[in-house]
């Protein structure tokens, strides 16, 4: 197994404070476009260290708007690539709420199919551990230090970032 380096939580939790409720203008705005959330969760995780995995169709990048992987602005398509990414990238393993830790992404889906729809990123938690006491940070509908108890949702995945490989 080739070298896992270290997320940079500290880094991801301070873009997604700067960037929360606006936009940064080096990637497009997927708002009107079905949804920001990914999008900026994807930025997230490259402010968190994480480099970019140019596999072509089921890697995770994004150059410009029409040279990206799909992975990088649709929830279901990140969610696969988290779950299998090996190589380049950020290595997760799919968690619980009591090995989560700030700086990991979480998935949610708001309907009973088996698609998750939403991506956040954690950026406090505190104690004891409940949905109410762990507060993320998204786009589409922006979202700062937001309470997971505020939606309402059929199912929710954790994915902890272990590190990441070049």
């Known amino acids: 197994m080739s070298q896992l380096y270290r997320y940079n939580r500290q880094k991801v939790v301070e873009y ?30 490259h402010a968190g260290g994480c480099p970019m995995n140019y596999t072509k169709w089921t890697g995770w990048y994004y150059s410009d708007t029409n040279n990206r992987a799909p992975s990088w602005t649709s ?6 690539f988290l779950l299998n990414n090996q190589d380049t990238g950020p290595i997760v393993k799919k968690s619980n709420i009591n090995e989560i830790e700030i700086g990991d992404i ?21 104690e004891p551990r409940s949905l109410k006491n762990i507060y993320i940070s998204a786009h589409t ?14 199912d929710i995945e954790y994915y902890h970032i272990l590190g990441y490989k070049k």
């Open 75 to 80: 929830a279901n398509y990140l969610r696969k």
């Open 16 to 45: 997604a404070k700067r960037w929360a409720f606006d936009r940064n203008p080096k990637y497009y705005n997927f708002d009107k476009l079905g949804g920001d959330c990914t999008n900026f969760i994807s930025q997230v995780i």
């Open 106 to 126: 979480i998935q949610l889906n708001f309907d009973t199919d088996t698609i998750f729809e939403h991506s956040l990123v954690i950026v406090d938690i505190k």
């Open 141 to 154: 509908y922006d979202r700062y230090n937001y309470s997971l108890a505020n939606y309402i949702i059929e």
